[in-house]
């Protein structure tokens, strides 16, 4: 039985015959990190991914880490976390036309969320992170899409984003965590959402519906979904229209 599905629950769904529920994957507890260099790796990764910009400086050009979006370490359901991204790959992305590895996966995330550089595929940096990936994925099934492996999709809405509306929603539940200006608190590991801090105009975070989904099923922290899918979109389009670094697609090539 993989992990995360509990037996009891299937055995009782059968035996009613009646289709057995979807239950998200459990990665393992961190005290089954194995020994040994294999072990060290991990814990690496996992140093990255909660403090990037401190553990992977030379590669992070704000002040994000990975787990300001994939919340709890990359463990928790419905945030892409990383047990759930790790079977899909290699896959297709049209973002950049082409087959992606993990590891260019990774290294795209530096360059747009992290709007800073790619480290070299074959680096510590990328191995490390794809060790702790893999080990979080420990037991899942190679290219399924698991149960809250993404942000839950929002119903289609007829009524456009609105960043004024957004602006007030913004001041009553976003505000005493990320500030009026956006920036967030870095000691308290509350990222900045706009600025030169944040992400950049190519990163998936700064598309309106991929925010507002991650907005509706996460946010506030402790409060989720207590924004209905307009207020999630409206919030998100005020976010998406705040100064921000400019895609690096977008800029010319230095001399």
Not at 71 to 94: E, N, V
Not at 194 to 217: C, D, L, T
Request: proline share 11%.
């Amino acid at each position: 039985m993989k992990a995360g599905f509990g037996i009891a629950v299937l055995l009782a769904a059968f035996m009613l015959g009646s289709a057995a529920p979807s239950l998200a994957f459990t990665p393992p507890p961190e005290s089954a990190i194995p020994k040994g260099p294999l072990g060290q790796s991990i814990k690496r990764g996992e140093a990255i991914f909660t403090a990037t910009h401190k553990n992977a400086g030379p590669y992070v050009g704000n002040n994000l880490n990975c787990s300001n979006c994939h919340l709890d370490r990359g463990r928790k359901a419905d945030s892409i976390p990383m047990w759930g991204a790790w079977p899909l790959y290699p896959q297709f992305r049209a973002k950049n036309g082409k087959i992606n590895t993990m590891a260019l996966r990774i290294q795209e995330c530096f360059l747009y969320s992290m709007n800073g550089k790619k480290p070299p595929a074959d680096s510590d940096v990328v191995t490390d992170l794809e060790s702790y990936f893999a080990w979080l994925a420990t037991g899942a099934p190679t290219g399924a899409t698991l149960p809250g492996a993404s942000y839950p999709a929002l119903p289609a809405s007829t009524t456009p984003p609105d960043p004024k509306r957004g602006a007030q929603l913004f001041a009553k539940h976003c505000v005493a965590c990320h500030g009026a200006n956006g920036a967030g608190n870095d000691a308290a590991a509350i990222p900045p959402l706009w600025g030169p801090q944040s992400y950049n105009g190519g990163a998936g975070m700064h598309e309106v519906e991929k925010a507002a989904r991650f907005i509706r099923a996460n946010m506030p922290q402790g409060q989720e979904n207590i924004l209905t899918p307009q207020e999630a979109r409206d919030v998100a389009a005020y976010i998406d229209s705040q100064p921000r670094p400019a895609d690096p697609r977008t800029l010319s090539p230095k001399n």
